[in-house]
C-alpha cells in the first residue's frame, strides 16, 4: 500500500491516514500467493519490508515475484470484511495486481508474522471483504 499522506508503516489501513491527511491518494501492489507447505516454494522473506525508507524517502517491499504477468491496473475502494457491494469504503484505491499466483511456504510467513519486530502487527488471518459476483456491478478487464 502505498499513501499520499506522510506516514510510515504501521497497522492496518489507519497506517495510511494521519490527522493532517484524512483523504490520500492510495495504491496498492497486490499478489496473490497459494500457500504451500513446501520449502522449495518462494519464501515471504524475500518480499517483505525492506525497513527504512528506500532513496526518496519512500517505505516499500524488497520486490515482488517477477514472473507473475503484467499488473492489471483499475480503480477501486479499500477492501475489508465491514464493506460489501451494497457498502463502499470512502477512501478511493489505485489497484495494481499481477494476474497470476505464485506458491509460497506458508512457513514462511508464519515466521514473519510470529516476529517481534513485524511493523504492521499482522499476526494472524483476518477477513476480507466478499468477491463481488453481480454481473451489473462488474466490467470487463481490457
Known amino acids: 500500500m502505498h499513501s499520499s499522506c506522510n506516514v510510515g508503516p504501521g497497522e492496518g489501513l489507519g497506517a495510511c491516514l494521519n490527522d493532517a491527511c484524512t483523504d490520500p491518494l ?33 517505505h516499500q517491499a524488497r520486490a515482488l515475484p517477477v514472473d507473475t504477468g503484467a499488473p492489471v491496473v483499475f480503480r477501486g475502494s479499500t477492501t475489508g470484511p465491514s464493506y460489501t457491494h451494497n457498502v463502499c469504503s470512502p477512501l478511493n484505491v489505485t489497484w495494481s495486481v499481477r494476474p497470476a499466483c505464485a506458491k509460497l511456504d506458508i512457513n514462511s510467513l508464519h515466521r514473519w508474522a510470529a516476529a517481534a519486530d513485524n511493523p504492521f502487527k499482522e499476526h494472524e488471518s483476518h477477513g476480507v471483504r466478499a468477491l463481488v459476483t453481480a454481473p451489473e456491478l462488474l466490467s470487463p478487464i481490457n
Open 26 to 58: 492510495l495504491r496498492v501492489e497486490a499478489q496473490a500467493f497459494l500457500l504451500v507447505n513446501d520449502p522449495a516454494a518462494l519464501d515471504f522473506a524475500d518480499f517483505t519490508y525492506a525497513g527504512p525508507p528506500a532513496p526518496g524517502g519512500f
